[in-house]
Nanobody, 122 residues
């Protein structure tokens, strides 16, 4: 199976936290790089964070560095995005994605989930 399933979005207030999950139920992407992207209203899709296959390497967009944490355990079928100190600017649909390769700065992802909505009110 080759599918990704995001969950954990919702409506929160500024300063709150959310934890998003990206499920790989068929373990098709074990050994792949996993990433999170987001798309805000009227904006292009934006890279958020990436994690290597073993969970030991991470890469973050400057806009979320220090607030968001991506994590993954090797051999498990879920990747996470812990989002703290949320602001209205974080409001977007968040997408999980996967790609082959170890270069985390290469943003050419090939497999995508359907997205989960995160809304942050003032």
């Amino acid at each position: 199976q080759e599918q990704l399933d995001e969950s954990g979005g919702g409506l929160v207030q500024a300063g709150d936290s959310l934890r998003l999950s990206c499920n790989d139920p068929g373990r098709a992407f074990s050994g792949w790089t996993m990433g999170w992207f987001r798309q805000a209203p009227g904006k292009e899709r934006e890279f958020v964070a990436a994690v290597g296959y073993a969970g030991d390497e991470t890469y973050y967009a400057d806009s979320v560095k220090g607030r968001f944490t991506i994590s993954r355990e090797y051999g498990e079928n879920t990747a996470y995005l812990q989002m703290n100190s949320l602001t209205p600017e974080d409001t977007a649909v968040y997408y999980c994605a996967a790609k082959i390769g170890m270069q985390l700065t290469n943003l050419r992802y090939t497999h995508w989930g359907q997205g989960t909505q995160v809304t942050v009110s003032s």
